[in-house]
């Protein structure tokens, strides 16, 4: 059966799933850059102190990091499709709540929520669409997918720029609350993974999705024979360090940790720290814009590689790449130098990004993928809780702009090693194969 799932020709339902989980994407990345931009208006209008903006960062990253572990056990025990839905639900309806926050810790505790939707619904979606992907195009496939981001971020620009002005901060997360419309479009265009339908011994289901895909998709369909299901394991995290797993999980843990800790250290506080070194071109919309467009070739660029060099080399390569532009960053005396070296950081951060995500899930069978993939992101997520909060303490302790990126380099180029050192490859491979 899922040779035939393997075999079947690239079409609009590909296509299609990749939108519609991509959306999700989008929206994940529309609040993650909102709050960014939102966070110094914040700040003066509460007069909250640096500790107290990057607390407010911090928190949605301990909400993504439960929910991720937690989304990711429940997606393998009840299904990709229906977690997913209901995380988008949980974050568009806490945004919207942020809205009307009445005190600091009542927004803190809004974020928490929105935080714990958005890390649910990231490895569910990528588990979903790394189990219906060729496995010649998998790769490609979910760098695509995590390509949204870079959308969602310049969406998160356009509306600081044209709405924050003009209608202010609660303006911005009422806009937020939106995807939970999209819902709608998951439960219409989104079929249950065929390999999660199999391993939990719903053979006629999955039959009737791949029966139905080949009338789509133009291709000619047999009877299926008698097909002998095999009894998996529960879905438990202690399989996750047993003999054949462990290695690959310190390393997609470390990786996830240094990728997450750099990502949100440097990009939540991105406006608000340059800002404060006297770059006042950063502050312009012109250059969130190059930041942002950066993003997109950064992923093309990582979706062509993945596919023809290797998962490990090519996530290695941008990660080193990415330590080696934030240490420029940080030492930037120009701001041309700083839109030149900020861009390419911006580049190589996010093609990094669109790999892990491809990596993590093809690193573990269908009875554990999710639970495996969630696990992953959510110790990742320890990582963004500490950075915000410890960028913010530096700040306030007066460290300079150059030390504060100094760490960040030093955590990509120790997290390329550890790629390098610990991964395997899997690219061409079936997920099945892999294991």
């Given at each position: 059966m899922l040779e035939r799932l393997e075999n079947l020709p690239v079409g609009n339902f590909h296509y299609k799933l990749l939108i519609v989980t991509g959306l999700g994407w989008l929206f994940d990345s529309m609040d993650t850059g909102l709050i960014s931009f939102v966070l110094p208006m914040l700040a003066k209008d509460w007069n909250l102190s640096p500790e107290q903006v990057g607390m407010i960062g911090s928190i949605g990253l301990f909400g993504m990091a439960i929910g991720a572990v937690m989304a990711g056990s429940l997606a393998d025990k009840f299904g990709r499709k229906n977690i997913f839905a209901a995380t988008v639900i949980l974050y568009s309806v806490s945004t919207g709540?942020?809205?009307?926050?009445?005190?600091?810790?009542?927004?803190l505790l809004f974020r928490f929520l929105v935080g714990f939707g958005l890390g649910g619904e990231l490895p569910v979606a990528a588990t979903l669409v790394s189990e219906y992907a060729p496995a010649h195009l998998r790769g490609r496939f979910i760098v695509l997918l995590e390509s949204f981001w870079a959308v969602g971020w310049l969406a998160a620009a356009l509306l600081s720029y044209f709405f924050l002005p003009i209608f202010g901060w609660k303006a911005a997360f009422l806009i937020g609350s939106l995807p939970a419309l999209y819902v709608f479009l998951i439960r219409l265009h989104m079929p249950e993974s065929v390999r999660y339908l199999i391993s939990k011994g719903k053979v006629d289901e999955a039959e009737k999705i791949i029966v139905d895909l080949e009338c789509k998709l133009g291709v000619e369909h047999k009877p299926f024979k008698n097909i002998k299901v095999e009894e998996v394991p529960e879905p438990s995290p202690v399989v996750l360090f047993n003999s054949q797993f462990r290695?690959?999980?310190?390393?997609?843990?470390?990786?996830?940790?240094?990728?997450?800790?750099?990502y949100y250290g440097i990009f939540m506080w991105l406006p608000s720290i340059v800002y404060a070194q006297g770059f006042e071109v950063v502050k312009s919309f012109e250059y969130v814009l190059v930041m942002t467009l950066a993003q997109l070739p950064g992923y093309f660029a990582a979706a062509w590689l993945v596919d023809k060099i290797g998962r490990r080399y090519t996530l290695s390569s941008f990660l080193l790449m990415s330590g080696v532009c934030a240490f420029f960053f940080g030492n930037a005396d120009s701001s041309t130098a700083l839109l030149i070296s900020g861009a390419a950081m911006s580049f190589f951060n996010l093609g990094a990004w669109g790999v892990i995500y491809t990596y993590t899930p093809e690193l573990y069978p269908t009875f554990i993928r999710a639970l495996g993939s969630g696990y992953a992101a959510g110790f990742g997520r320890i990582g963004g809780i500490i950075a915000p909060a410890l960028v913010g303490s530096l700040i306030a302790s007066g460290f300079h702009f150059n030390i504060i990126f100094g760490i960040f380099a030093s955590v990509f180029i120790a997290i390329s090693a550890v790629v390098m050192g610990l991964g395997l490859e899997s690219k061409l491979m079936s997920l099945e194969d892999i294991h």
């Open positions: 709540l942020c809205a009307i926050a009445w005190s600091y810790e009542s927004l290695v690959r999980t310190i390393m997609l843990w470390l990786t996830w940790f240094g990728i997450v800790f750099s």
